[in-house]
């Protein structure tokens, strides 16, 4: 019988532990990442720049650049300004708009991407997508994934309490993602890939179902978990599918329409998941994963995060629109303006104010 089988694209090392920071040089080393010790380390002026001095020992031959945020030109700058060296790998140590700079400009140089991230905002720590700002608002870029991921759980509990929240909330929505997908299978034919449904599912169910909080080392074990996991099922998959769907279609919505005013991704993703789970039908599970959310601290109604319910009602009817294409309950129910706003209000009965 022939042994079919196939290859997983993942990080080479994934270590998440109290203290992992201490140990990046030696683990680069080590996993022959970078025998010479020449890394590119891209930081930011905040958390990145803090953690240099902390760092820079255990990394005598790097050379380090400061990336001043999260846009298209910031990495094409970064990528142009390691042109110049011969480097082994780029270090990304920061935030969200860090580690998606770095990985857009490591693919552009044609570099591996050690992720070492200071905050558990989202699930793009390991995923094959880089979501930068452009002139035209916010493009989301297909990257390799990072060859490694390092992340500090000391590191994540000095971040603001709000960047772990939102971490939640993303991971959470994994959940009403994989139901999108299956509607989608189920209507029009989508295919499933199994194993990438399985890890995005089981990611956010042990986010939902763990009875620890934010300030539990626990809990932030789990949550850094199931991010990794969230990030490798959408290149087992080959895009973000496991992991986005109606849910981050809401979101997408009052990123494009309130730029200015929009929260944090996964609040209004955590916010999107809750009323898609509603308007599937799924009400008692909508109601858990709410309350679930608001023992986490996230919002669950627009108003929390500065939204009226005219808003919302446009954000939902406009979401649609974010990702053309794209099947979820949004689009198969295809509701109108007083439909929505009938369920919303349905919405919050049920999960109460």
Same mark, same amino acid.
């Given at each position: ?6 290859? *997983? !694209? ?39 720049? +803090? ?41 990304? %140590? ?19 991407? =050690?992720?070492? !991230? ?27 994934? &990072? ?5 500090? %759980? ?5 971040? &603001? =309490?709000?960047? =772990?929240?939102?971490? *939640? ?16 299978? +189920? ?13 995005? +599912? #089981? ?38 599918? &496991? ?5 981050? /279609? ?16 996964? /609040? #209004?993703?955590? %916010? ?25 601290? %996230?919002?669950?109604?627009?108003? /929390? ?14 979401? !649609? ?33």
């Amino acid at each position: 019988m022939p042994v079919l089988t196939r290859l *997983i !694209p993942s990080p080479v090392v994934v270590d998440i532990r109290p203290g992992a920071l201490d140990d990046l040089g030696a683990v680069l080393a080590d996993e022959r990442i970078s025998h010479s010790g020449k890394l590119a380390v891209a930081v930011s002026g905040g958390s990145g720049a +803090r953690l240099r001095a902390r760092v820079a020992p255990s990394l005598p031959g790097a050379t380090w650049f400061e990336v001043g945020g999260g846009t298209l030109d910031d990495a094409v700058r970064l990528a142009a300004e390691m042109r110049a060296g011969h480097f082994d790998a780029l270090v990304g %140590l920061g935030g969200g708009r860090i580690i998606d700079c770095a990985k857009f400009a490591a693919a552009r140089v044609g570099l591996p991407l =050690v992720a070492v !991230p200071t905050n558990l905002a989202h699930d793009g720590l390991c995923s094959p997508v880089a979501t930068l700002d452009n002139d035209a608002g916010r493009g989301s870029y297909g990257v390799p994934n &990072p060859i490694a991921v390092l992340i500090d %759980l000391d590191v994540i509990r000095e971040a &603001p =309490v709000r960047f =772990v929240r939102a971490g *939640i909330g993303d991971a959470v929505s994994n959940i009403s993602a994989i139901r999108d997908w299956e509607l989608a299978h +189920r209507v029009k034919g989508e295919k499933i890939d199994g194993l990438a449904a399985a890890m995005a +599912r #089981q990611a956010g169910e042990a986010v939902l179902r763990h009875p620890g909080g934010v300030g539990d080392q626990d809990f932030l074990q789990v949550l850094a978990e199931a991010l990794v996991l969230s990030g490798i099922a959408m290149s087992v998959s080959g895009d973000s599918r &496991p992991s986005s769907g109606a849910c981050h /279609e809401i979101n997408h919505a009052f990123d494009l329409l309130h730029p200015r005013r929009a929260a944090a991704h996964g /609040e #209004q993703c955590g %916010l999107g998941a809750a009323f898609a789970m509603y308007l599937r039908g799924a009400h008692d599970e909508a109601v858990f994963m709410a309350g679930v959310l608001r023992r986490h601290g %996230l919002p669950v109604l627009p108003g /929390e995060i500065g939204f009226t319910e005219e808003e919302f009602v446009r954000v939902v009817e406009f979401a !649609p629109r974010t990702r053309p294409g794209r099947y979820t309950i949004l689009e198969h129910l295809d509701l109108n303006t007083h439909q929505i706003k009938d369920i919303y209000a349905d919405y919050v009965k049920a999960i109460g104010s």
